[in-house]
């Protein structure tokens, strides 16, 4: 098992941008697949982004394709989500999840995550 911890969350204006940064303790990171997902309230927890243990293979909700980015640094333990042209329904708790040996983005499929960063963006 691995633990998650989220940071990079905050207020921004619509239009804006924000970088989300997914660390590591204990395993090596780059086993895992590591996977963003977000809920906001009163709604199911959805996916957002994956992207496999190398970062040959992404995957992206089509809500945030085209602004969203998600990417790694193994050597770092590290994983990101970088999000542009932020828009206000994409006010939610972001987190992050990893999985050792998935590809998909179903949340029942990821049996580690982190305690989650909000994600507030106003009009």
């Known amino acids: 098992q691995v633990q998650l911890v989220e940071s990079g969350g905050g207020t921004v204006q619509a239009g804006g941008s924000l970088r989300l940064s997914c660390t590591t303790s204990?395993?090596?990171?780059?086993?895992?697949?590591v996977a963003w997902f977000r809920q906001a309230p009163g709604q199911e927890r959805e996916f957002v982004a994956y992207?496999?243990?190398?970062?040959?293979?992404?995957r992206y909700a089509d809500s945030v394709k085209g602004r969203f980015t998600i990417s790694r640094d193994n050597a770092l333990n590290a994983a990101y989500l970088q999000m542009n042209s932020l828009k206000p329904e994409d006010t939610a708790v972001y987190y992050c999840?990893?999985?050792?040996?998935?590809?998909?983005?179903?949340?029942?499929?990821?049996?580690?995550w982190g305690q989650g960063t909000q994600v507030t963006v106003s009009s």
């Open positions: 204990g395993r090596t990171f780059s086993v895992y697949t």
């Open positions: 992207m496999t243990r190398s970062g040959g293979t992404t």
């Open positions: 999840a990893a999985a050792i040996g998935v590809i998909g983005v179903g949340r029942g499929l990821y049996p580690n």
